[in-house]
């Protein structure tokens, strides 16, 4: 029907360029469908010599025809005089071979339209596009497009003629593919790349350079960040365990702050992964490893007052003893920042009310508390231990209220007076010397 209208129609060349509010013109919208008879019997009334239309994104007819994955007018408009350039980009920097690429949706067609793009101009798989300097690989990766990533890492790992081995698989922040695949969990992704080893003819660097910083799909990004930290970030068990397999232990590969992968799913709080990792004996999860900071995996977790996080790595080993740089605890920290669920359950491990742990500046939890200005943490602490001595001093010889007035915090100066009352007249001298009226106001009644 869609022929016979247009077979008796006198077309022209103006209305073969007419654009609607896009700049999309027929010949556009032509190439997205399924077959390449309405677009062969438009181009017949183009002249040969005819400027290739372009829409308002500086997108061609190929551009389309890719990204509906019609190899029938795909086909078509390669055989055309124009001699349309396969590897054109628009206003974005996208390639044809990108957006057939990014499509999620694989199909037979759009496979071939891949595997012809890349057979004609390998080097197009190393091309950058604007949006974060992404190749054709990450796009792939991001989309899920298994089919496509498997032809376009056979011409990359292939080492072909023109194909680009000099970074093209890094985008702007120095990611590579595998560093999407193990943030959005494509755990078969990750697989594809483990298994075609990157950029490299030899297969035996896989495991020697995995995580080296020049290698191709095992670098870290311009955070000094590698895949396996995203894939825990991530939280997908599959996608961590397909890294591990092909690398060292996962305490090896270490951020700028000296964490593990595991120390990021502690703090990202990715409890099915927390608990997964720990269940897994083959990983091996160093119960004393130490941060840049000298935390613990449990000092992190008490960090972010996750109390099912802090059970799970107490019960599997972890010391809610152990120090940091300053000497503070797990419960130190919790303190610090108000997690009243961690502190219980930190305060319950130490067989109830009794002793604090003191830092090495002799500062119990409930100092930290203070100093963090959480008023309802010590509130909380100081009902649920009402024989606390808040008279006791640190080894700078100042009490929880010095901390508090300290903080400039008036909640906290509150419930201590409340409790305890003054402790001694230096700390209504400290009071004066923070230039809180209303701090010192609060002390004087």
Known sequence: MVLKT????????SSLHSRDNHSVTPIHLASKLPTSRV???LLQHLPTDCNTPLDFDGRSPLHYSAEAGSIACFHTLLSLPWHLPIDQRDKNGMTPLMYAVAESLSTPERDEIVRLLVTKKPISVGMRCRMRGMSAVHLAVLANNLS??????????????GCDTTGGYYDSEQ????HYAALHGRAEAVELLMRHGGLTNDARSLLILAWNVDFKFFSR????????????QGGDFDTLMAIARHGRPLDSPLDDDRRTPFMWAVVFQRMELVGRMLAERSLW????????????????????GNRDICRALIEEGFSPLERDLYEATPEHLAAGQGHYDALVYFAYKRAGPGQLPLDEAGRSPLGYACLGGQAYAVETMLQGQPSLDL???DSTGRSVLHCAVM????ACVEVLVKVGGLMCWKVVRTGFSTGSTQLSRTLRE
Not at 6 to 13: S, V
Not at 154 to 160: D, F, Q, T
Not at 221 to 232: E, F, I, L, R
Request: proline share 4%.
């Open 285 to 304: 999860i160093n119960r004393l490893q130490r941060d840049g900071h000298h935390y613990t995996a449990l000092h992190l977790a008490a960090l972010t």
């Open 6 to 13: 247009i077979d008796t129609m006198d077309i022209q060349n």
């Open 407 to 410: 903080a400039e915090s008036l």
């Open 391 to 393: 008279a006791q001093v």
């Open 39 to 41: 677009l062969k019997l």
């Open 221 to 232: 990004d311009s955070h000094n960040v590698p895949p396996a930290h995203y894939a825990a």
């Open 175 to 178: 990611r590579t593919p595998l």
């Open 148 to 161: 496509a990533l498997g032809i376009l890492l056979g011409v990359a790992g292939g080492g072909g003629e």
